[in-house]
């Protein structure tokens, strides 16, 4: 007498490749795609770093240049380009702490910057110029920091330490 | 012997059909309450109520807009947990029994949509015009993100009840502003 499992064994070899073939599609086609990242990260060297066509270094970091309510402290970050005939404009600049999870993102629009410290973010611009990002953070905020500069596609890290 | 298995599957898929969450269910956002300290925290928002009040004006501190009607004036304090990238209050709104408000984009100066910042509180006001019949009832202040329907996410719900809110003559409606309450 063959078992059960002996006689039905064609069709239980059939219904493992048919499982095996339904969770690789499935990855294939909706998971890993899902999950692809394309973003090209840069981490500066000796805090200058190539994005949106030009060069960007890292000049200052200093605290409470302008005023902030009771409890916080801002950081102006300033940023020196080189400008350049490729030179375009970037995304949105981020603080992240380098050991947690929060991210602040350039604060100007609300604290008392005047307009003509520095630009708000990256230019098309031949010539060199310089950048400053203020960003809002709480007293118990105390880096290291990790400044983000998105463009084109990619994105450039600068360490920041205080 | 087969008649009572019969019936007992038949009360069985009577019960999973009687406890099975309608579609809309799997959309459903979470809501998520204050806790002791009086701050409701969500995915992309933590607020607490600093002020309620009721009014038949509302004002503007330049005093060059005013409107009059039966409003509902809450203050709100502010901040995002984790992140400032699009951090704001995008939907605001009133359940009050069973009738869903807005907040009204007539003052000049709201909470909605102002940018907030981690670790720093932002202190602003929402204005909800009701009818003028609607005096009283029980419902709950509503608080979610950049999507205009929150589906699987963070609502934050604060009770309400509205014979307890106490009347002013007029409120003053300020800019969001950077502080403490």
Redesign the interface.
Known sequence: MTSWWHRQRVALIALLVAVVAVVGVHVWFDVLPASTDDTAVIEARNGSAEIAGQSLALDSARWDEFDAPAGSRTLSIRIESGGGPDATTCGLFTLAEAGGARVWSNARSVLDVPFDAGESFCQEESGPYVILAVFLLPDDAEGPFVLEIPGDGEVARFPVEL | MPWFFGVGLLAVAAVVTAITPPDAALRDPFPVGAADDGIATSRTLAAAVVDVDRTGRITTSDEEWEAEGNWLVVTLSVSAP????DAAIGVASLLIDGRLFQASERPPATLVGT?L?????TVGMLAFELPADLRSGTGELRLSGRYPTPELDDVIVFPVDLADVPTATAVEIDEPR???P
């Open positions: 984790t992140t400032e990238v940018d910042r981690v670790g720093t509180d950077l502080g403490a």
